[in-house]
């Protein structure tokens, strides 16, 4: 049972690690930010509301993530455990989280702390790209996919994030330095937090997070 959140700035590899983590112990990956992505797609009120916000690289806010996040974690798949990526993101959304779980029984494992420098990250943002149709990521430096702009996976077609601009993923950087790095403190003060450096390779990274999953396994 794991029970665990991937903190860390965007870019700092919580979507590269938790399709690992998944493939590992079969547990749902929740992430807000496909959620809402998935919801501009369809189209959906949420997703014109979440559309609003995310265009500016700002945070979506927190009454709307916390439902939507709670819905999903009501779900029967999340009784053996879950990863969040992305949510929590502010003090708030933390805080109804701990409530959330206290009354359903359930408390965190394990918060992993993914530490990258910003430069690197700007990097990766702005390298990234993404499959149309199945969502799968590569970069085109650390993560070339087999064929240029071609999907490994299913073979459609790789599209650059509309918020991995340069501007755009500046502005999410200064975000979460404002927003969301206080939850490096609050959950360090519950004790569940495993800082981990997440600028090493995607091998080394992922054996650093096993090892702290592992432990409270
Ligand atoms: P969200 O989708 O969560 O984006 P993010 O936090 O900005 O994070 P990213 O997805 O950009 O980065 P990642 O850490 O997953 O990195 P990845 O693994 O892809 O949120 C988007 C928006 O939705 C927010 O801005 C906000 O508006 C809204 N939102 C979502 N949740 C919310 C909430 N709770 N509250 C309010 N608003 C919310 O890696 C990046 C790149 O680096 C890839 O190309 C990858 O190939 C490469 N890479 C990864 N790891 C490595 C490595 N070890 N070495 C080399 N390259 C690597
Ligand atoms: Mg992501």
Redesign the pocket.
């Known amino acids: 049972m794991i029970r665990t959140i991937?903190l860390?700035?965007?870019?700092?590899?919580?979507?590269?690690?938790?399709a690992r983590i998944i493939e590992k112990y079969h547990i749902p990956h929740i992430?807000?930010?496909?959620i809402?992505?998935e919801n501009i797609k369809q189209g959906t009120e949420l997703g014109k509301k979440?559309q609003e916000?995310?265009s500016?690289?700002?945070?979506?806010?927190?009454d709307?993530?916390i439902e939507i996040?709670c819905d999903r974690l009501l779900k029967d798949d999340c009784k053996e455990g879950f990863i969040l990526?992305?949510?929590?993101?502010?003090v708030y959304?933390a805080e109804k989280l701990d409530e959330f779980l206290s009354e359903n029984g359930q408390k965190l494992d394990c918060v992993i702390n993914?530490e990258v420098g910003e430069d690197?990250l700007m990097k990766?943002?702005t390298?990234?790209?993404?499959c149309k149709k199945c969502g799968a990521?590569?970069?085109v430096v650390?993560?070339p996919p087999k064929v240029d702009g071609i999907c490994d996976v299913c073979g459609a077609e790789l599209i650059q994030?509309a918020?991995?601009n340069e501007e755009t993923?500046r502005n999410?950087i200064d975000?979460?330095n404002a927003q969301t790095k206080p939850l490096v403190d609050y959950y360090k003060k519950a004790g569940v937090i495993a800082d981990i450096d997440?600028?090493?390779?995607?091998e080394p990274?992922f054996a650093a997070i096993v090892a702290a999953l592992e432990k409270e396994v």
Request: hydrophobic share 35%.
């Open positions: 991937l860390g700035p965007p870019g700092a590899g919580k979507g590269t690690q938790a992430s807000t930010g496909d809402f992505r979440a916000y995310m500016r690289g700002e945070l979506v806010p927190d709307l993530v996040a990526d992305g949510f929590p993101r502010t959304q993914l690197i990766r943002l390298g990234r790209r993404v990521s590569f970069h650390n993560m994030r918020d991995d993923a999410r975000v979460y997440g600028a090493q390779g995607l990274t």
